[in-house]
Nanobody, 118 residues
Framework: VQLVESGGGSVQAGGSLRLNCAFDAYTPTSVRKAWFRQAPGKQREGVAGIYTGARSPWYVDSVKGTFTISRDNAKNTVYLQMNSLKPEDTATYYC?????????????WGQGTQVTVS
């Protein structure tokens, strides 16, 4: 298993969740990592990404100010703190390592973790 997402669940609008993504030992800690989501009937979209160093993370406009991505290189794990959740945030969330400057995934996709906001 190359990566494992966890932390999803069902919450009411305005609630919070923290997603976790653990990468295997074959995924370098130095590569960029990102969170994606796929809502029913829609394509998977990139949501947030993070560099290894001090550069600021990047977010799509729809989650700026409410989602925060972070990483723990010692654990090779990436997190997504989601606050002020809205029904439109309902989706299956995935993580992956990505090609520098793009949303192109480097590893096989995991199972994802379901987030449902009512």
């Amino acid at each position: 298993v190359q990566l494992v997402e966890s932390g999803g669940g069902s919450v009411q609008a305005g609630g919070s969740l923290r997603l976790n993504c653990a990468f295997d030992a074959y995924t370098p800690t130095s590569v960029r990592k990102a969170w994606f989501r796929q809502a029913p009937g829609k394509q998977r979209e990139g949501v947030a990404g993070i560099y290894t160093g001090a550069r600021s993370p990047w977010y799509v406009d729809s989650v700026k100010g409410t989602f925060t991505i972070s990483r723990d290189n010692a654990k090779n794990t990436v997190y997504l703190q989601m606050n002020s959740l809205k029904p439109e945030d309902t989706a299956t969330y995935y993580c992956n390592a990505v090609v520098c400057g793009t949303w192109s995934a480097l590893r096989r996709w995991g199972q994802g973790t379901q987030v449902t906001v009512s």
